[in-house]
């Protein structure tokens, strides 16, 4: 009986640019290839999953299904509730399937290592071989360091680090794998290709805005349009438009990077193939993309903010953060009084995403204004965005609260109306999501501007943690 090689997928759902799934193709003529995944709503509960997520990656799922069967390989579905289960879950079926290796891509946040952790010890046992690769980032956590071999804690050096070691090992996308032959996959009497990918798990009761499929359509073909679109459309004025949230000027891919569908690679290869721009290796969009890999390699660097632990400890033990339930609801909502801050959240509510420079508002809004504790904005962001991404979610809100890494000045308190005066001067984007804006039929606003902005820089001033 013929080994197989089984393919763990998780939030990298794609056939192309996937070494997990790559590295199992080579050399399998003798053996066949099956993938797996794990549908785990109660744990996506733990740990506050958005409605809009899920549905996405669950429609992202059956796309991957389709193009996995283009090259032979069956999708095996597990169900548990939770990562407690998955290890013996999947250890049953590497036995049920004659399984000698499994492949999986690495994923950087330590709940989810330990999990994985788990899950290798067990089968290595069993003497199943596990092979583990970086397709998430392009270079590898731990590899881009100062000259005293630590990791770097201010974005700007580590960039130009970054950049540095691309150009001395480009890494260029890799493609889908070849197609493999027939195999007569057949489980517990059933055919393993004929599985279902289930759109309903469960999860549908719970709160925040459901997928838009005519906003973010599913499949890596449509990513790649989307992709192919910006690049040729409006890469050239990104720096310029990307602050201005009535702008179609933001490449919206963000969804499709944090499932997986989509890679950092395959992002800078369209600028590369596509730009028009000679400087397009240092434009402003690639350095967002760097954004992306600095925060990852912060969470193995730094594993305490893994745990909610703000990456400046000593700022904030000097914070009084208030835990005023009214004005965090008020926040939720999009009642506030202030319409930048409000509109955004209305966004966030009906679409299940918010433009960037509205993040950083909202975000400062409440964690500077309101003195709320940047941890429920974090985490109300993370129930709440189709985009959600562990890893730059939380440095984008310790960034906004200056307990994080290269966090914004203490001073740094973004002003909603001076904001709006600079990036939504029409108004266009506060009447598509406040209309009672225009017969100013508002809230009134909940806090004083002026008094809570200068107590708040008072505080941080006197914590005697700035200089």
Known sequence: MAHHKLVWFRNDLRT??????YHACQNSADAGVIAVVAITPTQWQMQGEAKCRVEFWLANLKMLKQDLAALNIPLKIIRVATNRELPEQLLALVQQLNVSDLYFNREYPEYEQARDQQVEQLLL?????????????ILPAGSVLNQQGQAYKVFTPFSKAWRQLYLQQPCAPLPSPVQLSKQNYVITGSDCMSERVPMDVGYGNQVG?????????????HAHQLLQQFVHERSDNYKQLRDFPAQIATSSLSPYLSAGVLTTRQCIAAMQAYSEDPDWFYSQWITELIWREFYRHLLVAFPQMNRWQPFKPEVEAKISWQYDEKLFRAWCEGETGFAIVDAGMKQLLETGWMHNRVRMISASFLTKLLRQDWRLGARFFMQHLIDGDFASNLGGWQWSASVGADAAPYFRIFSPRRQTDRFDPQGAYISRWLPDELNRNLPAPVIDYAVERNRSIDEYKNSGVFR
């Open 125 to 137: 046992k069993k003497g199943v071989a596990c092979h583990v690769s970086d397709s998430d980032l």
């Open 209 to 221: 805005a459901s997928w838009n499929n005519s906003l973010w359509p599913a499949g890596a073909d």
């Open 16 to 21: 192309e640019d996937n070494h997990a799934l």
